[in-house]
């Protein structure tokens, strides 16, 4: 029977601060009310936004918040 691969994975923290995340945003620039964010080496970045209304109420969609997905490719 062939030995088990083993996957090394870099140093990562235990967990992060709201704080950090936000400031993660800002230094992406983007706005707060981004629900979600995935960062990919090949596609470039993937943003879920809040939906809002002209003057700034979050929307709904049945029972949870309406999420639009943008894709932001690498410049």
Known sequence: MA???VIHLPKL???I???QALAALEILGLPSSV???ELD???GLTVGLLAQDSEGRKLAVGD???IITVQ???A
Do not use: K, L, Q, V
């Open 35 to 37: 629900s979600t964010y």
């Open 13 to 15: 923290p235990e967990r």
């Open 64 to 66: 949870g918040p309406a």
């Open 72 to 74: 932001i490719p690498f």
């Open 17 to 19: 601060t709201r704080e």
């Open 41 to 43: 080496s090949t596609d």
């Open 3 to 5: 030995e088990p691969t």
